[in-house]
């Protein structure tokens, strides 16, 4: 290990990980061409389209603005650990049933953040829907789908009426 990089020990989909990275090295990128998990997505590369949150300690982050060492001692969730084929989670399954997705480049970032969302408000109201949701960027759909999908999805997860 040089000077210019880090050990870096973290919970990968709950999986105990060490790595030495550089110490410029983005989570985003050690995510994708570490460990191989393509579902985070890099767009904007700014902190600005959500394509690519993670979920580190529950809270929805832009991996592309998070260095490696930050997320050090630290439990990450991406998008390959939300759900699996056969055993998606309530809001894959919510966005698949409302068709709230078209190319589906922002889907994973916009899962993440919904999933977070849902942790912290079982039964958000449109307008948190649409304040959390505000960091992820979706060219394709229009809102309405996405919203009506994060409704859907507080429902299957025991929310009472999603309105």
């Known amino acids: 290990m040089t000077q210019h990089e880090v050990s870096v020990s973290l919970r990968l989909n709950g999986a105990d990980e ?7 090295e983005m989570l985003v990128d050690t ?24 979920r580190v300690e529950g809270n929805p ?11 050090d001692d630290r439990d990450v969730t991406t998008i390959e650990g ?17 068709s709230a997705f078209q190319c589906g480049y922002c889907t994973p970032g916009l899962l993440m953040s919904t999933s977070a969302l849902l942790d912290t408000h079982p039964n958000p109201d449109r307008d948190t829907i649409v304040e959390w949701l505000g960091a992820n960027i979706c060219r394709c759909t ?14 299957l997860r025991g929310g009472s009426d999603a309105s």
């Not at 060490?18 to 410029?24: G, N």
């Not at 995510?31 to 993670?54: H, M, P, Y």
């Open 61 to 71: 982050v832009a991996s592309c603005s998070t260095f490696t060492w930050q997320a």
């Open 18 to 24: 060490t790595i030495t990275v550089p110490t410029s």
């Open 82 to 98: 939300l759900g699996q084929p056969g055993n998606l989670s309530p809001e894959q399954t919510a966005v698949a049933e409302n």
């Open 142 to 155: 229009g809102y309405q789908m996405i919203i009506e999908a994060v409704q859907r999805a507080a429902e």
């Open 31 to 54: 995510v994708r061409e570490r460990f191989g998990l393509k579902g985070t997505n890099i767009g904007c590369d700014q902190a600005s389209c959500g394509a690519c949150t993670v």
